[in-house]
Each structure stands twice: as structure tokens, then as C-alpha cells.
């Protein structure tokens, strides 16, 4: 009997002490794969796992990178530049940069992104999710957080909707926010799909029907050559256990709890 309590006790430990931290699943650094000491040049293949960058009606291009990134310091840190904005009053939600990043065998999904404006773009960003692949809307019912706000940058905020406003500031000195991060509620659609997608695109100011500058937040000093940096793009989540290596232990336990009960069942008496 006590060799079924053993065993059962091992099966409980083994199913509770599988690891459960967040892993990343998919990242883009946008650096040059090897070095080569130029900014200017880079990847939009992720650096880490597997994943689909597309633009959506935006131009791109390879630019100095965030002071997030490990490789910073080391010559040749980029960022994905985008610009090619819609006209003043016009698009809203439809340009920007899609993530494709097939989520299977993890939970507990978060999103990051280092993020630099010029101030000429618009102020207002969404960011927009999907579990098909094809029908995009805003997320709900995460919690969203910031990792270091670079100098210069004002009133930045990301509501749990998805949106991001960031004043970067005037002249050339615009700096990144780090690890804008948005956490999907534990059992999300987005856990464990395939399909996962998300984009960033600009948005109108909420308040207004028009864009607005990130600097002086004027419709006038929008621009449509107004630039979105991207660099440490990370989906992030937490492995799911593989059934069969749970199974698998907990059959040998089983095993070896028959084999010690049997053994007793025929042992001779001394
Ligand atoms: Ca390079
Ligand atoms: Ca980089």
C-alpha cells in the first residue's frame, strides 16, 4: 500500500514540478545576421523562432536600433524604420506593420515591442489582434506595462484596448520606449493558435477624426513621412507540458509500484 501512496506522490510531483516559465517564442532584432558593424543594414527574419513581418502600405527600412536590444553597444543594433503614412483624414487603423506567429504549444501569451516616433507621426497607435489570421480587432482584458521610457518622451501611455500615444518630442533626439508590453488574460484565443496574428497601425486621435503630430499634437504638423520604429519585437508564452513525458513518468512509476508489491505478494517468509 505504501508503494501505491509512493508512486501516486511521484506521478503529483512530476505533472506539478514540469516548468512553466514564459519562454520566447518568436523575436525580431532586426540586426544583420552575421555583424557586419552597419546599422543601415538588417533583417526583417526573426532573430529567435519562427514568424511573418508584412508591411501594410508602409515603406521600411533599416535604422539605428533601441538601447533594449543586448546587442546595443556592439555596432550594428537596427531598428525597422517605417514611413509611407495615410494622407491627413484618411485610413485610419489600416497602415502599419503584421506579425504573423503561430503560438502552438504555449499559453499565457505577451507581446513587446520597443517603439520610437518622429514628430511628425501621428501621436495614436493601435494595436490590433487576431485569432483566424483574417479578422483583426482591438484586445481586452490584458494588462499593459513599460519597461524604460527614453528621455524626451511625454505622456506615454497604452490603455488595455490597445492603444499606444507617445509624445517623442521636438527636434532629433527622439529616444525609444522599451518593452511596451501588453499581457493576454491567461486562457486567451490567441494561446496555442496557429493562426496568431497581430498588426500596429496609426490611428486617429481618438478625441479628433483627424491625425495629430507626436510632437505638438497639431492636425497641421502631421506628416505623412513621419516615421514608427520598431525594434525587440517578442511574442513571448509559456511552454505546454508535452502529455506523453507526463504519461510516460507516471506509467513507470506505476510500474515500479507493481513490481515492489509484487515481489512482496511472493517473497518466502524468512
Ligand atoms: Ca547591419
Ligand atoms: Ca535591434
Request: charged fraction near 10%; aromatic fraction near 10%; proline fraction near 7%.
Amino acid at each position: 500500500m505504501r508503494s501505491i501512496f509512493v508512486a501516486a506522490l511521484v506521478i503529483l510531483l512530476a505533472t506539478v514540478a514540469t516548468p512553466t516559465f514564459a519562454v520566447i517564442v518568436t523575436q525580431w532584432d532586426f540586426n544583420s545576421n552575421p555583424p557586419d558593424a552597419n546599422p543601415s543594414t538588417g533583417l526583417t527574419t526573426p532573430s529567435i523562432g519562427a514568424g511573418t513581418l508584412t508591411q501594410l502600405g508602409t515603406s521600411g527600412t533599416a535604422v539605428t536600433g533601441s538601447p533594449g536590444d543586448p546587442a546595443a553597444g556592439g555596432g550594428d543594433n537596427s531598428a525597422f524604420n517605417t514611413s509611407s503614412y495615410p494622407s491627413q483624414g484618411t485610413g485610419s487603423g489600416t497602415e502599419g506593420v503584421q506579425f504573423a506567429v503561430s503560438t502552438v504549444g504555449f499559453t499565457d501569451i505577451v507581446l513587446s515591442v520597443d517603439l520610437r516616433q518622429s514628430p511628425t507621426a501621428s501621436r495614436y497607435w493601435q494595436l490590433l489582434v487576431s485569432s483566424d489570421g483574417t479578422s483583426f480587432a482591438p484586445p481586452s482584458g490584458g494588462v499593459t506595462s513599460f519597461g524604460t521610457i527614453g528621455a524626451g518622451n511625454t505622456g506615454t501611455s497604452f490603455s488595455t484596448s490597445g492603444v499606444y500615444a507617445n509624445d517623442p518630442g521636438p527636434g532629433s533626439g527622439q529616444t525609444f520606449v522599451q518593452a511596451v508590453t501588453y499581457t493576454f488574460a491567461s486562457g486567451s484565443a490567441f494561446e496555442d493558435n496557429p493562426n496568431f496574428k497581430y498588426q500596429w497601425v496609426s490611428i486617429f486621435d481618438p478625441a479628433d477624426g483627424g491625425y495629430i503630430s507626436a510632437d505638438t499634437g497639431l492636425e497641421a504638423d502631421y506628416g505623412t513621412t513621419g516615421t514608427f520604429r520598431f525594434d525587440m519585437v517578442t511574442v513571448a508564452g509559456t511552454a505546454i507540458p508535452e502529455p506523453g513525458a507526463i504519461l510516460f513518468g507516471g506509467l513507470m512509476c506505476c510500474v515500479v509500484a507493481l513490481w515492489r508489491l509484487t515481489s512482496k505478494a511472493i517473497a518466502p517468509h524468512a
